[in-house]
């Protein structure tokens, strides 16, 4: 089973209204309440489908190799 350490921070991203630095797990800017849009579920098939494609194009060229 995988451990998850909970005591490592999370990344940071920067809020595009007032550049302030926010941690990753965070949906909404404290200073300004800047509301960080959550991926849609097309957006998420995408993602999922992008990592796919890419594991499957890994293989293929290790095959190849």
Known sequence: MMKV???R???KRECPSCATSVP???NRCP???YAF???TD???GLKIGAAL???ALLFA???WL
């Open 37 to 39: 849009p959550a991926l």
């Open 9 to 11: 921070p999370f990344g």
């Open 31 to 33: 200073i300004c309440g």
């Open 53 to 55: 494609l890419m594991l």
């Open 42 to 44: 097309r957006q998420q």
């Open 24 to 26: 990753a797990n965070h």
């Open 5 to 7: 350490d909970v005591s």
């Open 61 to 63: 060229l290790l095959w």
